[in-house]
T-cell receptor, first 114, second 110 residues
Framework: EAAVTQSPRNKVAVTGGKVTLSCNQTNNHNNMYWYRQDTGHGLRLIHYSYGAGSTEKGDIPDGYKASRPSQENFSLILELATPSQTSVYFC?????????????FGEGSRLIVV | GQQVQQSPASLVLQEGENAELQCNFSSTATQLQWFYQSPGGSLVSLLSNPSGTKHTGRLTSTTVTKERRSSLHISSSQTTDSGTYLCAIEYGSSGNKLIFGIGTLLSVKP
C-alpha cells in the first residue's frame, strides 16, 4: 500500500509568516502533487512535480512555492501567509501506468492563518 | 477551463438501498477516477475507468466517453459507505494532472 505522510497535520500561522508543509512518500513514485480543498471548490491543484528537482505550476499557484529536493520529498511553501490561504492541504503521489495515474493521498494538513 | 460536474450534491439512503452518482465533464478525458473521502477527510482511490464498465466489489462504474459522462453505482449500501465521492478527470494535454469535481455527499442511515 502506498504511503504518503504529511506534516504538520495542524498548523496555526500568523499573517505574513512563513509556512512550510512537508510531504514524504515511500513508494518511489515520480509524480507528486499539492492540492487544497475548500468548501464549494473541491480539490484544486497548486503545484506538482515529475521528479526530483522539478516543480510545475498547477491551477492556483499564486502565493505558493514548491520544492522537490528528492524523489521522496515534496514541500509546499507559503512565504507570506494570508488568511485566504486557510484551508486543508493534501499531498499526493502517483505514477502514470497501464491502469492510469492512480493517486495516493496523505491525510491532509489543516492550516489556519490568523 | 476544464470542468467536472457531479450530481447529486448530496444523497440520503437507507441501508441496503442502491446509489447512483453522476459525473459530467467538459472535454475528452484520457483518464477518469473515482475517489472516496471519509468523514474524517482521508482520500482513497476507488477505481479508474476512462471508458466502458468496471466492477470492484459493490461498485460499478460506467463511462461513456463520447457523451462525456460517468456513473458510479453502489449496490446494497452500508452505513460505512457514508462520505463524499469525488470524480476526477485527466485530460490529454494536462500532463498527468487530475481535475476534481466537488463531490457527492452520501449519507447511509441504519
Amino acid at each position: 500500500e502506498a504511503a504518503v505522510t504529511q506534516s504538520p497535520r495542524n498548523k496555526v500561522a500568523v499573517t505574513g509568516g512563513k509556512v512550510t508543509l512537508s510531504c514524504n512518500q515511500t513508494n518511489n513514485h515520480n509524480n507528486m502533487y499539492w492540492y487544497r480543498q475548500d468548501t464549494g471548490h473541491g480539490l484544486r491543484l497548486i503545484h506538482y512535480s515529475y521528479g526530483a528537482g522539478s516543480t510545475e505550476k498547477g491551477d492556483i499557484p499564486d502565493g505558493y512555492k514548491a520544492s522537490r529536493p528528492s524523489q521522496e520529498n515534496f514541500s509546499l511553501i507559503l512565504e507570506l501567509a494570508t488568511p485566504s490561504q486557510t484551508s486543508v492541504y493534501f499531498c499526493a503521489s502517483g505514477d502514470p501506468g497501464a491502469s492510469g495515474n492512480t493517486l495516493y493521498f496523505g491525510e491532509g494538513s489543516r492550516l489556519i492563518v490568523v | 477551463g476544464q470542468q467536472v460536474q457531479q450530481s447529486p450534491a448530496s444523497l440520503v439512503l437507507q441501508e441496503g438501498e442502491n446509489a447512483e452518482l453522476q459525473c459530467n465533464f467538459s472535454s475528452t478525458a484520457t483518464q477518469l477516477q473515482w475517489f472516496y473521502q471519509s468523514p474524517g477527510g482521508s482520500l482513497v482511490s476507488l477505481l479508474s475507468n476512462p471508458s466502458g464498465t468496471k466492477h470492484t466489489g459493490r461498485l460499478t462504474s460506467t463511462t461513456v466517453t463520447k457523451e462525456r459522462r460517468s456513473s458510479l453505482h453502489i449496490s446494497s449500501s452500508q452505513t460505512t459507505d457514508s462520505g463524499t465521492y469525488l470524480c476526477a478527470i485527466e485530460y490529454g494535454s494536462s500532463g498527468n494532472k487530475l481535475i476534481f469535481g466537488i463531490g457527492t455527499l452520501l449519507s447511509v442511515k441504519p
